[in-house]
């Protein structure tokens, strides 16, 4: 062996030596922290760590029941913080869930809200709307029945009213709307022909407004009666009324004659309605109950 192989040898010793008392100091220490460790946790491991004299390990001088009771204390602690660091993670991520959950719940709740406003408006609008046709149903059907009851007022007062023909022992020589050299326009009445003399009547009561000879029409009456209707009666030879007088329906206003402008006996029977332009005789007679 050489010496330089034994040089080492005794600082190494020394070097042991320090070691072992820093160990053993440092083993103190860690006894120390076992035990209060050891209580944290609720073991009985404080009596065995403190008896130097038991079995201990080779690393840190600790009998194998207090480095299992170390470790257990280690893990619970480790455990028991990463349980409650976990436990607030959870707990956040718990209330943010809730919340996130309460918020959906109202974002339905309002789209919902929205929903049933929107189907309630709609379900208005469509009353409305129904509500407002049978208002104009029930408008025009009002209209309808209102017409027709006047309608039928109206043939119903025709109807009562008494027409006679203008004359009698007839014949018609000449309708309306008819073309012919003797008139200037198409014929604005209806002829009846008969012998000169034969009487002629006013077709319903009324009030006279003209007796007088009245140029292409010869001797002319004009009656007007209660509806405002006008009729004449025209080429007559004489004049069996004056104008103001009331006649009654049937009662003679004149006879046939061949005054004015008139190729042969004949009345010249007119209807001006509200004393206006002339309609077709016939179709007014009709509807008043009496056939030419
Ligand atoms: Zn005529």
């Given amino acids: 062996m050489s010496p330089q192989h034994d040089l080492p040898a005794a600082p190494r010793r020394v070097a042991k030596h320090r070691l072992s008392r820093r160990s053993l100091s440092r083993r103190t220490q860690l006894i120390g922290i076992t035990a209060v460790l050891a209580a944290a946790a609720g073991t009985t491991a404080v009596g065995v760590a403190s008896s130097a004299t038991g079995p201990s390990t080779a690393s840190t001088g600790l009998s194998p029941s207090q480095a299992d009771a170390l470790t257990a204390a280690r893990v619970e602690r480790r455990d028991l913080g990463s349980r409650d660091a976990s436990r607030v993670d959870l707990t956040a991520e718990a209330n943010r869930k809730a919340r996130a959950q309460q918020a959906a719940k109202l974002r339905s709740a309002r789209l919902a809200a929205n929903a049933t406003l929107t189907q309630r ?105 209660a509806d405002g209707t006008v009729t004449s009666y025209s080429h007559m030879s ?29 009345v010249h029977f007119e209807v001006l309605p509200g004393g206006g332009d002339p309609i077709d005789p016939e179709p007014w007679l009709r509807e008043h109950g009496v056939n030419p």
């Fill in 121 to 225: 408006r709609a379900l208005a609008l469509a009353a409305a709307k129904a509500a407002a046709a049978k208002k104009a149903a029930a408008q025009a059907r009002a209209l309808a029945a209102a017409k027709a009851a006047e309608a039928k007022a109206e043939a119903e007062e025709k109807a009562k009213v008494k027409v006679v023909l203008p004359t009698t022992g007839y014949r018609l020589t000449a309708r309306f709307g008819q073309a012919g050299g003797r008139w200037a326009r198409n014929h604005t009445g209806l002829d009846f022909a008969a012998p000169l003399g034969t009487p002629v009547r006013s077709v319903m009561a009324g009030e006279v407004i003209q007796a007088a000879y009245a140029g292409a029409y010869g001797r002319q009456v004009k009656v007007r009666h």
């Fill in 238 to 266: 004489e004049f069996d009324v004056s104008v103001g007088d009331t006649v009654t329906a049937g009662q003679q206003v004149g006879a046939i004659g061949m005054t004015g402008n008139t190729t042969g006996p004949h």
